[in-house]
C-alpha cells in the first residue's frame, strides 16, 4: 500500500510569504503528526490531528497551523516566513495515535527554503 | 517531562565491526522508546521499539536495543557493521499524551570500508 505522501518535496519562498505543505497518510490512518527538523533544532512536534481535531500542539508561534480535512488528509501553513523557518517538514500517520505503540509512518518530507 | 539524550553526535566505525550508538531517556511514566534511521533526503524509518513486552527487542536490518530500566538506557546495537548502515540515527520516547515524539538529538554512523 502507498506510504505517506508530502507534497511538494522541495519549495523555495521569499521571507515574508506563506506556505502551504500537503501530506496524505496512508489510507485508514487516521492520525497525522507533523515534526520541524533543523540543523540546530533537531526535530521538533508542531501538532497533531486526529479525525479533523487538533489533539496536541507543540511550542511554536501562531504563523505555524494546520488542519485536517475528512479524508485524513492534512496541511500545514506557515505565515509570513521568516529565515529560521527553512527546515525539512516531516509528517506522519497513525490507525489512531493514541496508541503510539502502534507506530507511525512518516513521509519524506517537505524542504522548505526561505530566501 | 520526557526526553532523551543521545551520547555522541558522530560515530565512526569500521565495516564489520560493532555498532553502538547510546541512548538515554527521562521519562516520568513508563516510557515507550523508538529508534529512527534516517538517509540523506529521506524521512525517518523505524528500526525497533520498546513498548514494556521484552527487554531485548530486535529489530530490521540486524539491529537490536535492550531496555535497561536501572540505567535509563536504551542502547542500540548491531554487532557487524555494513557500509549501508551509514545514516543519521534517532532515538525518541513518547510524551505523556501518547501522541508525540520526543527525538534526541541524532547520531550520524559513518562506516569506513
Known amino acids: ?115 | 517531562a520526557q526526553s532523551v539524550t543521545q551520547l555522541g553526535s558522530h560515530v565512526s566505525v569500521s565495516e564489520g565491526a560493532l555498532v553502538l550508538l547510546r541512548c538515554n531517556y527521562s521519562s516520568s511514566v513508563p516510557p515507550y522508546l523508538f529508534w529512527y534511521v534516517q538517509y540523506p533526503n529521506q524521512g525517518l524509518q523505524l528500526l525497533l521499539k520498546y513498548t514494556s513486552a521484552a527487554t531485548l527487542v530486535k529489530g530490521i536490518n540486524g539491529f537490536e536495543a535492550e531496555f535497561k530500566k536501572s540505567e535509563t538506557s536504551f542502547h542500540l546495537t548491531k554487532p557487524s557493521a555494513h557500509m549501508s548502515d551509514a545514516a543519521e540515527y534517532f532515538c525518541a520516547v513518547t510524551g505523556n499524551t501518547g501522541n508525540q515524539f520526543y527525538f534526541g538529538t541524532g547520531t550520524s554512523l559513518t562506516v569506513i570500508p
Open chain 1, 1 to 115: 500500500k502507498a506510504g505517506v505522501t508530502q507534497t511538494p518535496r522541495y519549495l523555495i519562498k521569499t521571507r515574508g510569504q506563506q506556505v502551504t505543505l500537503s501530506c496524505s497518510p496512508i489510507s485508514g490512518h487516521r492520525s497525522v503528526s507533523w515534526y520541524q527538523q533543523t540543523p540546530g533544532q533537531g526535530l521538533q512536534f508542531l501538532f497533531e490531528y486526529f479525525s479533523e481535531t487538533q489533539r496536541n500542539k507543540g511550542n511554536f508561534p501562531g504563523r505555524f497551523s494546520g488542519r485536517q480535512f475528512s479524508n485524513s488528509r492534512s496541511e500545514m501553513n506557515v505565515s509570513t516566513l521568516e529565515l529560521g523557518d527553512s527546515a525539512l517538514y516531516l509528517c506522519a500517520s497513525s490507525l489512531r495515535g493514541a496508541e503510539i505503540a502502534l507506530g507511525y509512518t512518516f513521509g519524506s518530507g517537505t524542504r522548505l527554503t526561505v530566501v
